[in-house]
């Protein structure tokens, strides 16, 4: 069995090879990541490109569009400017305009 530890640094080498600088917590990595996990089950070698720029492009608002409900698409937006430290206001709205169609 993996140690907890082993784990979590595996997120942590995840969480900086996808290009993140800003706060860090595993558990809203995991369900971030999740995201891309699903979408690349369903589009074979999506995950790379899900994943770029620390979630912050169009192709993760893509999966995102196509795997979650409207009411969960501000959610993981907000997540993803948490991974990059910037707050969810009106200046950063527009980094997430493909997640809210």
Same mark, same amino acid.
């Given at each position: 069995a993996?140690?907890?530890n082993?784990?979590?640094?595996?997120?942590?080498?995840?969480y900086?090879?996808?290009?993140?600088?800003?706060?860090?917590?595993?558990?809203?990595?995991?369900?971030i990541r999740?995201?891309?996990?699903?979408c690349?089950?369903l589009?074979?070698?999506?995950?790379r490109?899900c994943?770029e720029n620390c979630?912050?492009?169009?192709y993760f608002g893509a999966?995102?569009?196509?795997?979650?409900?409207?009411?969960?698409?501000e959610?993981?937006?907000k997540?993803?400017?948490?991974l990059?430290?910037?707050?969810?206001?009106?200046n950063? +709205?527009?980094?997430?305009k493909?997640? +809210?169609?």
């Amino acid at each position: 069995a993996e140690d907890i530890n082993d784990i979590n640094d595996l997120d942590l080498s995840s969480y900086e090879k996808s290009g993140c600088h800003g706060y860090y917590n595993s558990y809203k990595f995991y369900q971030i990541r999740q995201v891309c996990e699903e979408c690349d089950d369903l589009f074979k070698g999506a995950y790379r490109k899900c994943s770029e720029n620390c979630f912050a492009n169009d192709y993760f608002g893509a999966c995102l569009y196509g795997l979650m409900k409207t009411d969960k698409r501000e959610k993981f937006a907000k997540i993803v400017l948490e991974l990059h430290h910037y707050p969810f206001n009106k200046n950063t +709205q527009f980094l997430f305009k493909s997640y +809210q169609k």
